[in-house]
């Protein structure tokens, strides 16, 4: 293989590796704000029933 060849696939592999870190990030933070969500609504029917 030539250097530019070899650079050029280095390239697309570091692309191909940035763009599924980003695609797990985004997914995370998805589940941390539906966990915030879930947290909220369950502090919300604590004081609900405290109230009661």
Do not use: H, P, Y
């Not at 590796?17 to 604590?46: E, H, P």
């Amino acid at each position: 293989m030539t250097g530019t060849n070899l650079t050029k696939i280095s390239i697309v592999f570091a692309a191909l590796l940035a763009l599924s870190a980003c695609g797990n990030t985004i997914r995370g933070m998805g589940k941390d704000t539906a966990n915030a969500v879930d947290a909220t609504q369950d502090a919300g029917r604590s004081v609900e029933r405290a109230a009661q």
